[in-house]
Every structure is written in C-alpha cells, then in structure tokens.
C-alpha cells in the first residue's frame, strides 16, 4: 500500500522558517518525481514544488519562488519542503503528492502550516 | 501561466442525476487535463489523467473527454458519495496549474 505522512507543521511567526518532510512507503520512492500542492483554509489547490526522481528537475510557484526549496533523500524514501520568510498568505495544509503517468496518483493527509503572530 | 476556468461553481443536483461539469483552459494543455475530486477534511483524489483515462479504481461512471482548451467531466448517474468539489489540473506547461474548483451538492 502506498503511503505518504507529511510532518513539520505548526505555528510560526511571520518572517519564520519551517521544514516540512514527507515520508515515502509502499513503493519504489527513488523512481517518482514529487510534488508540493498547498491548500489555504476554504480555497483551492496550488502546486507550489517538483521535484523529479533523480532530483535533476526543480520547479517552484512564482508565490514561493526565493523563499522555499525543495529536495528529497532516496536513501530514506523522503521529500522536503523548507520554507523561509513565510507570510500569512502561506497559511495552508500542504500536501506532498506523488506523479503517477499523467496526474498526482497519491496524497498525504496534509500538515497544516499557520503564520501568525 | 495557464489560467483554467472551471464552471458552473456549485452544481446542484439529485442522485441518479447526469452531472457535466466544464474545464476552460487559457491556452491550449493539449490532452494533459486531469480531475481531482476532494471531500471535506480529505486529500484530494484523482479521477481522471490526461483527459480521458480513469485513475485505478475509479468508476466507469467518470468519463473525460476534451482536448486543447475545452474539457469536461462526466459523472453518468450520481451516487451519494460523488458530492464533492472537482478540480481540474494541466500539466502541460509550468506552473502546472489547478480550477478553481466546482461545488457538486445534493438538490
């Protein structure tokens, strides 16, 4: 069975940094290209990150473009988001979600992240 | 950026009922259209990838069809679980981008 946990949530203050990570199980992590896809409370879906397999591939939203970065470890099945200088705009959950053929075959169950002071 | 415009935004309709929902694209993602479907407090899932092909284990009862910048998703006969926001998504040039969403809610 296919899993995907995302941990590193909370709260943070505004200008704050947080690493998200998202652990990989149930199939062959290092043949996957990985995405970050974010979700503020009542709105739509984002894609904020890609990352392809071999992590050769590296894509970002203009929203988060300078200011988060993406990178996974295959040795340990897992994918990370460190976000930086965060604003009350990148209140969120955000998921990590695996590319399968031609859409995002399967999702975390998100952690949310809260900017506030 | 590609700009997809998703309509109606809420969809009223009864079980059994024929539901057509609409994916405009800005500029043409050629056939790579994709429809999520996402029940409160859940993940999203997919249901459909490029345009027409259904996810494992979704129903036949989802059908996509569409091509260039005119997409649209087709659930045959409404089952009580099938009420739910729809999202489209293209991945044909980055920022691979999402709908707005469609609200489908029981009449």
């Known amino acids: 069975e296919v899993q995907l946990k995302e941990s590193g949530g909370g709260l943070v203050q505004p200008g704050g940094s947080l690493r998200l990570s998202c652990v990989a199980s149930g199939f062959t992590f290092s043949a996957y290209s990985m995405n970050w896809v974010r979700q503020a409370p009542g709105q739509g879906l984002e894609l904020i990150s890609y990352?392809?397999?071999?992590?050769?591939?590296?894509y970002y939203a203009e929203s988060v473009r300078g200011r988060f970065t993406i990178s996974r470890d295959n040795a340990k099945n897992s994918l990370y988001l460190h976000t930086d200088r965060l604003r009350g705009e990148d209140t969120a959950v955000y998921y990590c979600?695996?590319?399968?053929?031609?859409?995002?075959?399967?999702w975390g169950q998100g952690t949310l992240v809260t900017v506030s002071s | 950026e590609i700009v997809l415009t998703q309509s109606p935004a809420t969809l009223s309709l009864s079980p059994g009922e024929r539901a057509t929902l609409s994916c405009r694209a800005s500029?043409?993602?050629?056939?790579?259209l994709a429809w999520y479907q996402q029940k409160p407090g859940q993940a999203p899932r997919l249901l459909i990838y490029?345009?027409?092909d259904r996810a494992t284990g979704i129903p036949a009862r989802f059908t996509g069809r569409g091509s260039g910048t005119d997409f649209t998703l087709t659930i045959s006969s409404l089952e009580p679980e099938d009420f739910a926001v729809y999202y489209c998504?293209?991945?044909?040039?980055?920022?691979?981008?999402f709908g707005q969403g469609t609200k489908l809610e029981i009449k």
């Open positions: 500029q043409s993602v050629t056939s790579y």
């Open positions: 490029d345009t027409s």
């Open positions: 979600a695996r590319s399968v053929l031609g859409g995002l075959a399967d």
């Open positions: 990352i392809s397999s071999s992590s050769g591939t590296i």
């Open positions: 998504h293209q991945r044909s040039t980055w920022p691979y981008t």
